[in-house]
């Protein structure tokens, strides 16, 4: 979609929620692509499924190390619904 029908469809979006307050976070702050291309270069935001192109699966965030790890909890925990065919099939 080019950057003039999205403006469109974020002001009409806009018009029918009742305000930018109510629209989903993506609408408001658009990701470039330069942005999703060099993902690996800004370890804050997790951009990316794997956290980058390169697929390494990891955060250069130093916040978790092996002397805080013990003071993490569990944050969520999803129980998929009932499936013949397995976790894959959900």
């Known amino acids: 979609m080019n950057n003039s029908r999205m403006m469109v469809a974020v002001a009409v979006l806009s018009a029918l929620t009742g ?13 470039s692509t330069e942005r999703l291309n060099t993902a690996d270069k800004d370890p804050r935001d997790w951009l990316i499924y794997r956290g980058s192109y390169l697929d390494y699966n990891y955060s250069a ?26 976790l894959q099939s959900m």
């Not at 978790?64 to 999803?78: D, F, G, P, Q, R």
């Open 19 to 31: 305000g930018l307050g109510a629209m989903p976070v993506l609408a408001q702050e658009m990701v």
């Open 61 to 86: 965030l130093s916040e978790i190390n092996t002397k805080s790890i013990k003071h993490l909890n569990v944050a969520w925990l999803h129980t998929p619904g009932r499936s013949k065919w397995g």
